[in-house]
């Protein structure tokens, strides 16, 4: 079923040791390293990708160079790419099969690619895939895992049949209270514990959990998750699990590394409205990440760059939320003494990204700072320092680009 001839196994010189900083909890404190190690890794092409940014190579973790964010739609061949395990098979739409059971399914079945099309609706949503740790080599001091910058995310079209759907045919025991998420991926020399993941009932049961086929109207491609992937609009991507292959109802939490201690943080460090409590324990200090937290980007300005006085500068940016809305996204030129509303672009969806764009005309020479910072309809904002925790997750602190006007 599975063809291990991916071009991941074929290139013989991987170095890097899949996921092997996660099972070091120790933080390394090398403050000021920051922004000099973001910008030493390499662009490369990976099969049907343009250039990308390489932090790791086995396992793939490639990032989208923040010039690629232009549009609010990320192309395929932009999109990110992350797999926590070095053998990633490809396989054809012909060979897929999923499987869905677990003790609490009353009717256990499989699905063909072909079945799960013509059997289930068909829906298409506009939504956010964010990798928990993106930002996170911006992180001061360091955190151990996969030093991101900005780029760990992006958001396309996913077509797919809903999750719910799929669900009922199997019929769903009272007794159940996870549903858990089994890819094809699988370790191979290294130690690195196979991804599972599993969602608190009542999300899987959410009629915007998809297991989607499509991406931006093509078949969902290999690198990330075709056949097919779960999508989880508004929460992190660590539940979007890719190349789904088995799908179960289970009784009791899931207990895998990928659960616990993985994609954690601190109990009450981030607002969350959404909480996954059948994976809490009163004498754990964690909760495992969900939501994605209010965040923007600015798109098409770089540091030190160079503009005429009294010219205007046109600034771009991109705004998310965990799906609550982005009603705000302020700007400021005056290291953010002063703030203005940004105009926002046309909503594509609540789980999309939001362009926005602000122009000003500088009438003083000399540097310029400007930040950005969006605001959703809950009133949830970004920070301005780094909530720090071990895992570099949930880093939204406002940008500072400093621009120098001749
Ligand atoms: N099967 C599988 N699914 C997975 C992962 C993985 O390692 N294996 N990584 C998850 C994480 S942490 C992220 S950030 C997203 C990345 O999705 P992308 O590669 O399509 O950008 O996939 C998620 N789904
Ligand atoms: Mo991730």
């Not at 990032?63 to 061949?77: A, H, K, L, Q």
């Not at 256990?108 to 939504?127: G, H, I, R, W």
């Amino acid at each position: 079923m599975k063809s291990r001839r991916s071009f991941l196994k074929s290139t013989g010189s991987g170095l890097a040791i899949a996921g092997a900083s996660l099972f070091a909890p120790k933080f390394l404190y090398a403050a000021g390293l920051s922004s000099g190690t973001i910008e030493a890794s390499s662009l490369e092409t990976l099969p049907g990708k343009k250039p990308l940014i390489k932090r790791n190579y086995r396992p793939v973790n490639y990032e989208t160079p923040v010039e690629y964010f232009d549009d609010v739609i990320t192309p395929n061949d932009r999109f990110f790419v992350r797999w926590h395990l070095t053998e990633v098979p490809e396989i054809t739409p012909a060979d897929w099969r999923l499987k869905i059971g677990g003790e609490s399914a009353e009717h256990p079945f499989e699905l063909s690619l072909e079945q799960l099309k013509k059997d289930f609706p068909a829906v298409e949503m506009t939504a956010v895939c964010q990798c928990s740790g993106n930002r996170r080599g911006l992180s001061d001091p360091h955190v151990a895992g996969v030093e991101w910058g900005y780029g760990a995310m992006g958001n396309a079209r996913w077509k797919g049949v809903r999750l719910k759907d799929v669900l009922a045919k199997a019929g769903i025991k009272p007794d159940a209270v996870e549903i858990t998420f089994d890819g094809a991926d699988g370790p191979a020399i290294d130690k690195t514990p196979d991804f599972a993941k599993s969602l608190p009932l009542w999300k899987a049961l959410d009629e915007n959990v998809l297991i989607a086929y499509e991406m931006n109207g093509e078949p969902l491609p290999h690198l990330n998750g075709g056949p097919a992937r779960i999508i989880v609009p508004g929460w992190t991507a660590t539940y979007w699990v890719k190349k789904i292959v088995a799908i179960n109802a289970v009784a009791k939490p899931l207990q895998t590394f990928w659960m616990n201690p993985a994609y954690r943080v601190p109990k009450g460090m981030f607002p969350t409205g959404e909480r996954f409590t059948s994976q809490e324990k009163e004498n754990v200090p964690t909760t495992p990440i969900t939501e994605i937290v209010v965040n923007s980007l600015i798109t098409n300005i770089k540091d030190g760059q160079r503009f005429h006085r009294g010219a205007p500068v046109v600034v771009k940016g991109l705004a998310w939320d965990a799906g609550y809305g982005i009603n705000l996204v302020e700007v400021s030129i005056d290291e953010g003494k002063t703030w203005q509303a940004a105009t926002l672009g046309a909503d594509q969806g609540r789980f999309s990204f939001r362009s926005w764009q602000f122009s000003f005309k500088p009438t003083q020479s000399g540097k310029h700072v400007v930040m950005a910072k969006a605001s959703n309809r809950q009133g949830a904002t970004q920070t301005f320092e780094l909530i720090f925790n071990p895992a570099g997750y949930h880093n939204n602190v406002v940008q500072r680009i400093a621009i120098q006007v001749a």
